[in-house]
């Protein structure tokens, strides 16, 4: 016990020696890179896609793609917005 109350002094002065007033916080949105695709590709894509069977897995994991996708996006705006 008489080492933690040792301990309690250094903190206190520790902590109370901070001027919040004067820290700046800085928060950086990091969002990852999204690839653009051109017209013809995304065409080719769609057709690929509507050619998969309606249970397939790749539908499954497209859509997590895609909700990935616009997740990015919703993020890169508000980092946009944050400039």
Do not use: H
Request: a positive charge; charged letters at 25%.
């Amino acid at each position: 016990m008489r080492w933690q109350a040792l301990l309690v002094l250094p903190m206190t002065l520790f902590l109370t020696a901070c001027d919040p007033g004067s820290s700046d916080v800085v928060v950086k949105i990091v969002c990852p890179r999204i690839n653009e695709y051109d017209a013809k590709t995304q065409d080719r894509a769609l057709a690929e896609y509507n050619a998969l069977p309606k249970d397939s897995a790749l539908r499954l994991f497209i859509g997590d793609y895609k909700q990935l996708r616009d997740q990015i996006r919703v993020c890169r705006a508000r980092g946009a917005s944050a400039a």
